[in-house]
């Protein structure tokens, strides 16, 4: 393998299986393998834990940011290299991380207790100051990190056959061709990796990725050789306009009319049609270049057309930056329901260029914010902070698209198929999509209805401080707080559709506080009624 142009440095808490990770990814790229607590013990002459007990823990952190500052500052393109989980906490090191792929091994507290805790370290004592050392790091490693490996869900690799097939590889095996497409960028461009049950995908984060349209750095990471899978467009008129010309050399482009009322299944036969007439194999690839609508519309052509090509999202709306683009999900309306004609179909890769919402315009920046507020609702914590302080009128900072983005993918990294955990997602998406549906998909936004959804599950769930909060929130982006041109009837008649209906049982999501978000809720008749009936102005 060719060299990397900068070295590949691993960071995370005790337990995230960082010396396992260069383990694999130095003998992979034959490169140089480093890990500080190794090379310290070496030093020392004995071990970390008692290094503590003899000089105590700052002693310790001073010849830790010694060793790694020197490290780093001699890190070449071909070393791969381990710090120990607390090295961070020195601002040397940082700085020194600057010019380096730093990889962030995320791992959560649970299964770093379990792999690191009871003692095993010096600072692995017991679990509640544990727990507080993991919560002070984690907003440095999240800041520091380039790259965002999720914890292994294929627990059992295997090495040998691992440096020829990287299936059989651990997670950084297996994200390696990108890690190392990343190491070749200028710093800036961050890499989320998304697991599925059914699938693997790199997302990559980058301003000017797809806007500067600059062919050869797209051509680096993008995910099929164009040579032996050619890429074919599905776009909406506007956004063709605007970005198709920025994706390189595409063999067709097929361009749908903007908005919601084209999320049909005439549209898809439309574009299965198209793809036919211009000689799509399975050979080939999609690329959904738009918002949620082609993500999904496009997603769905992909998941059925000759049963199954793959697809690249390039999301351009701020609802497919930190929502829609993720997790598979595809699908169209019926003029009965939202999304009721659809399949799971995991991304090939995602490519999200925070540039391309410059162009959004307002109204649709605010309405896609809605769908940021409700993920900060279902995290609760910094990001529920940060998003209730975020200035109107301005697209969010991107640490917050990527946070968003995170959340979602560790959802669904959980559960694939709405079977559980997944359902968080949908707060406030019961009654919006009726909202949708009753208004003929014409009226509301999809975040607009998100909105009016996210107040009427605050009143299902008795919050009224957290309401009255969230409506001055949406009011403060111009979007709607009370519901019009429809009728409190149509609403429930179109509630009673949901696909999440279990017989007569629909299950609500509801929330008892920020980060608190509770599944499969039961909701009596009247009291739907009575929230609907509150929006109604
Ligand atoms: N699959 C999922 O998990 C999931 C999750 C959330 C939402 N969704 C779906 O997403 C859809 C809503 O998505 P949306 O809000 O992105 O709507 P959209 O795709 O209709 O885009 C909104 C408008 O913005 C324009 N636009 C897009 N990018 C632009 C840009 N960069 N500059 C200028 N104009 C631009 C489009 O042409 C369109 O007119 C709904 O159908 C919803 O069901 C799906």
């Known amino acids: 393998m060719a060299p990397l142009d900068r070295a590949l440095v691993f960071i995370g808490f005790m337990g995230a299986g960082k010396t396992t990770a260069v383990g694999e990814v130095g003998l992979a790229l034959d490169a140089e393998m480093l890990d500080s607590d190794d090379v310290l013990e070496e030093r020392f002459g004995h071990s970390i834990a008692e290094e503590f007990e003899r000089n105590g823990e700052a002693a310790f952190r001073a010849k830790e940011e010694e060793l790694v500052c020197e490290m780093l500052a001699y890190a070449g393109s071909d070393s791969v290299i381990a710090l120990g989980g607390g090295s961070v906490l020195s601002a040397r090191v940082r700085d020194a991380l600057e010019p380096h792929v730093t990889v962030l091994l995320d791992i959560d507290v649970k299964t770093a207790w379990r792999r690191a805790g009871r003692g095993r ?93 600059d ?39 097929i361009a749908i009319p903007p908005g919601e009322s084209a999320k049909t299944l005439a549209t898809a036969e439309r574009v299965w049609r198209e793809l036919a007439h211009a000689g799509m194999t399975r050979a080939d690839h999609l690329v959904a270049l738009g918002g949620g609508v082609v993500g999904d519309l496009a997603g769905f052509c992909a998941a059925t057309y000759q049963r199954g090509v793959p697809v690249v999202q390039v999301p351009t709306t701020l609802v497919a930056q930190v929502d829609s683009a993720y997790g598979g999900k595809t699908g169209v309306d019926l003029p009965e329901a939202k999304n009721y004609v659809g399949a799971y179909h995991q991304p090939a890769a995602v490519l999200v260029d925070p540039d391309t919402l410059r162009t959004l315009p307002l109204a649709e920046l605010s309405a896609g914010w809605v ?23 301005l697209p969010p900072e991107e640490r917050t698209i990527l946070a968003c983005a995170r ?83 149509e609403v429930v008649a ?37 929230a609907v009936a509150e929006l109604v102005a």
């Open 121 to 213: 370290r010096p600072l692995a004592g017991d679990p509640e100051s544990f727990a507080k050392l993991y919560e002070q790091r984690r907003p440095l490693y999240e800041e520091l990190a380039d790259v965002f490996l999720p914890p292994d869900i294929r627990p059992l690799t295997d090495l040998t056959r691992a440096l020829t097939n990287p299936a059989f590889g651990g997670v950084a095996i297996r994200a390696l061709p990108w890690l190392r497409a990343l190491a070749a960028f200028p710093p800036g461009t961050r890499l989320l990796w998304a697991a599925a049950e059914s699938g693997e995908y790199p997302v990559l984060v980058g301003r000017g990725l797809v806007s500067a349209g």
């Open 215 to 253: 062919e050869d750095r797209l051509a680096r990471i993008w995910p099929f050789d164009r040579a032996a899978s050619r890429p074919f467009c599905v776009t909406d008129e506007t956004v063709g306009e605007l970005y198709g010309g920025r994706l390189g050399k595409l063999a067709e482009s």
């Open 371 to 393: 769908e940021v507020l409700k993920t900060a609702l279902i995290a609760g914590g910094a990001l529920w902070e940060r998003v209730c302080a975020e200035a109107p009128g």
């Open 407 to 489: 959340l979602k993918l560790a959802v669904v990294a959980e559960d694939e198929r709405d079977g559980g955990r997944r359902q968080v997602l949908n707060l406030g998406h019961t009654v919006g999509h009726a909202i949708e549906t009753a208004t003929v998909y014409g009226r509301y936004r999809h975040g607009e209805a998100v909105g009016l959804g996210l107040l009427a599950a605050l009143r299902l769930s008795g919050q009224e401080q957290l309401r009255a909060h969230v409506r001055e929130l949406l009011s403060a982006r111009g979007l709607p707080v009370a519901l019009e041109g429809v009728g409190v009837d």
């Open 494 to 530: 179109a509630v009673a559709h949901d696909k999440k209906r279990v017989g007569a049982h629909i299950p609500f999501v509801l929330v008892h506080a920020p980060g608190d978000v509770r599944v499969g809720c039961e909701v009596a008749d009247r009291d739907l009624r009575a």
